[in-house]
């Protein structure tokens, strides 16, 4: 790896100076921190790591030995999250009140898994435009015409309930309410729901028995033929966080496609993911690709594991959910694997794991 790390001197690079929208700073003491042994050129670099179950998931301590690491290289701290841009506010804010950690508010901060980008102007994260222009022209994205295709899919035979199975919910006495709740949709394998209703990014639940591959070709297909490219990403939920999903969303979207344990697999299409963000950030701030370190455990964090097939850097925490693992296992098998060793899973969880991932990267310098 050549990210090589900034004289501390350099008193123009600021660790962290974090603001909400409400103004209230996050500043972390940097006086007392010092940089042995270092001398380095004046590249950047650049640090991408998700935040539920990765940066945002350790300790203040953990936190600051990755911003003493940010100041080393001169990176710069980027999120790239599932969660929503006021999602991100309100989940910075609970943070701090609740459990007293303290999460910095990044330089770039990249929302929706890729479809909004961010950037911090004086403390302050604006929405760079320029990124939906980029989208639209480069794919066509149309949310309407994308429901309007797949609810036709989604009433084809194959992925139509049969009346054996409808009877599961025409067992609740409210099951008249549910129809109306969900008219388009309620004798699907594939439901629509909204939870965070985006111009870029659609969602839907999908039986379990349904061959999401199979169904993601037919949808692709489709869709090209009206000119609109999509990409996927597909996310499992645990019965625990159904569980605590509002009862609308339960009532219009559990009984038909919920697994055998109460689990439910959400299928997301959007122009972008994460990997898409990553690259316009990384190209607008003119950083290599090999200068890029990113960190994730989840499935939607697949397409930046893929960025290291151009030189960047993916730490994969120990807390990675086996979806995540298991691609990254493949990926290593892959034959004309450049970068075999660009892919590394930790020991340690969450921002431990990051702390420990860039370490091994810098230890090693990986070419």
């Known amino acids: 790896m050549n990210i090589q790390a900034k004289s501390s001197q350099n008193n123009n690079h600021k660790i962290i100076q974090a603001k909400t929208q409400q103004n209230r700073k996050y500043n972390y003491p940097t006086d007392e921190i010092s940089f042995r042994g270092i001398h380095c050129s004046e590249a950047k670099a650049l640090f991408v790591f998700d935040l539920d179950g990765s940066f945002a998931y350790g300790t203040n301590k953990d936190i600051k030995k990755v911003l003493e690491l940010q100041k080393k290289v001169n990176a710069v701290l980027t999120y790239a999250t599932g969660r929503t841009f006021k999602e991100f506010l309100k989940f910075q804010e609970k943070l701090l009140n609740k459990e007293g950690i303290i999460l910095p508010t990044p330089e770039y901060l990249i929302t929706n898994n890729g479809q909004f980008v961010h950037e911090n102007i004086d403390g302050k994260l604006v929405e760079d435009l320029k990124w939906q222009s980029h989208l639209r022209e480069k794919t066509g994205f149309d949310r309407d015409k994308v429901y309007n295709a797949i609810l036709k899919i989604a009433h084809r035979k194959e ?14 006495g409210d099951f008249e309410e549910r129809k109306k709740e969900d008219p388009e949709f309620w004798d699907s394998k594939i439901s629509h729901y909204e939870w965070s209703p985006s111009k870029h990014m659609i969602e839907y639940f ?92 989840e499935s939607n964090d697949i397409s930046m594991t893929e960025l290291t097939q151009k030189g960047s850097f993916f730490i994969c925490v120990g807390n990675a959910a086996d979806a995540l693992r298991n691609f990254i296992h493949e990926l290593k098998k892959t034959a004309g694997n450049k970068f075999p060793h660009n892919c590394l899973i930790t020991t340690k969880e969450g921002t431990g794991g990051i702390v420990e991932g860039i370490n091994k990267i810098m230890s090693q310098n990986i070419q």
């Open 159 to 172: 992925y139509k309930h049969t009346e054996s199975e409808i009877q599961k919910i025409r067992k609740f």
């Open 206 to 297: 999908v039986a379990s028995d349904v061959d999401i591959e199979k169904l993601q070709k037919t949808i692709s297909e489709e869709l090209l033929r009206k000119g609109i490219k999509t990409k996927f990403i597909l996310n499992r939920y645990p019965k625990n966080i159904m569980d605590a999903c509002p009862e609308k969303l339960i009532r219009q979207s559990r009984p038909l496609r919920e697994d055998c344990e109460g689990n439910m697999t959400a299928m997301f299409l959007c122009p972008a993911d994460k990997a898409d963000g990553i690259e316009y950030v990384r190209k607008k701030l003119n950083i290599q690709s090999k200068e890029v370190v990113m960190a994730g455990n």
